[in-house]
């Protein structure tokens, strides 16, 4: 099975991250999206006093937890009409990405939808249910092809783009007529900047009707938990319980400190708004100063990335940028058509952008 699945990306980064590493005031790490930030208080106390928890947990996660999903995604996202055994804890989003086409029974006579830019573990998953990938942002694209399931990512993973309303009705309406299980990765839907996201379960989306569709959501990027694995999935209920059932046997189960630091992060919506203004700060930093060093940023409008360009090869701009202590993604990573771009992540302490966008300010004035 390992022979069919690609390299992983970021070990091809080897060499650009030696270089960025040899400048003098160190690197500047904008390569992966992972947190730096401390975890809130109120979580940390949360998972501190459900410490002693000898029994396993439940599977399908504590009722306490499926409640604070629900209010949660009413409260942040509008999302109405969700039951709460309409959910399910998963161990990071991640994980479950990587193993929904095996959960859902997927294997090599099924078809797997996912965007044509787009983060690499959708197209590993399918790879691991023996399942053949499409590429595609539109379904005319398609044809007379019937997938099994079908990606969508809003704000994206790597271009921050955000579909609007129009385009979701489409997709759900398509995805319904056709009996295909629609898998919405909203992981960074908490991070709109020059847009508001959708969820795929709010009513103006799908009418209020769950049936074939999931809602993937991540606390990594909202509450700093990437070190956590906290997440989950949420939806039709018949989906959410044919999921439940295979991952009893699997033994894929959250445990129950994480569970409860999850409910604590689903209550508390202060400690998110603060995440979510060092987040938009960086921003504000870091895009003039790619722009001045002859970047231009395509979309971007939501999530947790910039997509840039300087119209020549990705890595010759992974190069350049590390040339000056940047490390940053190329965009082949996440599909052949992002090969003149490079994600770069905003998840690095307020002082390394600022280090980052000293360094981008003196190459622009040479």
């Not at 129009?166 to 759900?172: N, Y």
Request: include cysteine; glycine fraction near 10%.
């Amino acid at each position: 099975m390992s022979a069919s699945l690609p390299e992983f990306p970021w070990d091809t980064l080897a060499v650009a991250k030696a270089l960025a590493g040899a400048h003098p005031d160190g690197v500047v790490d904008l390569s992966i999206g992972t947190p730096v930030d401390p975890v809130a208080p109120v979580i940390q106390e949360a998972l501190t006093a459900a410490g002693a928890s000898p029994g396993y947990p439940a599977t399908a996660g504590t009722v306490e937890l499926r409640e604070s999903v629900v209010t949660a995604l009413g409260r942040r996202f509008g999302v109405t009409g969700l039951a709460e055994n309409a959910v399910l804890p998963v161990i990071g989003t991640k994980e479950l990405i990587a193993w929904l086409p095996t959960l859902l029974g997927l294997g090599p006579a099924d078809v797997v939808v996912v965007p044509e830019l787009a983060y690499p573990t959708y197209d590993v998953g399918a790879r691991l249910a023996g399942a053949q990938v499409i590429r595609a942002d539109s379904l005319t694209q398609l044809g007379p092809q019937s997938p099994a399931l079908v990606y969508l990512n809003s704000p994206s993973n790597p271009t921050g783009r955000v579909l609007g309303l129009d385009h979701l009705r489409k997709v759900v309406g398509w995805a319904r007529e056709r009996r295909v299980v629609l898998a919405s990765d909203e992981c960074y839907l908490g991070l709109g900047w020059d847009a508001e996201p959708l969820s795929v379960l709010h009513p103006a989306v799908c009418d209020g009707d769950h049936t074939g569709l999931l809602a993937v959501h991540s606390l990594s990027k909202s509450s700093s938990l990437a070190g956590y694995r906290a997440g989950f999935v949420a939806g039709d209920p018949g989906l959410v319980a044919e999921l439940l059932a295979v991952r009893k046997h699997a033994g894929m189960i959250v445990p129950t400190p994480v569970q409860s630091a999850m409910v604590a992060a689903l209550d508390d919506d202060d400690h998110e708004k603060v995440q979510r203004e060092c987040y938009a700060r960086r921003r504000a930093a870091l895009a003039p100063a790619l722009r001045a060093a002859g970047f231009a940023i395509d979309h971007s409008e939501a999530g947790l990335y910039l997509w840039a360009t300087r119209g020549e090869p990705s890595r010759d701009s992974v190069g350049w940028l590390a040339g000056h202590g940047i490390l940053v993604a190329p965009g082949e990573f996440y599909g052949p058509s992002g090969g003149r771009h490079v994600r770069v992540a905003l998840t690095a302490t307020d002082e390394r952008i600022e280090a980052a966008v000293q360094r981008l300010t003196a190459s622009s004035a040479r």
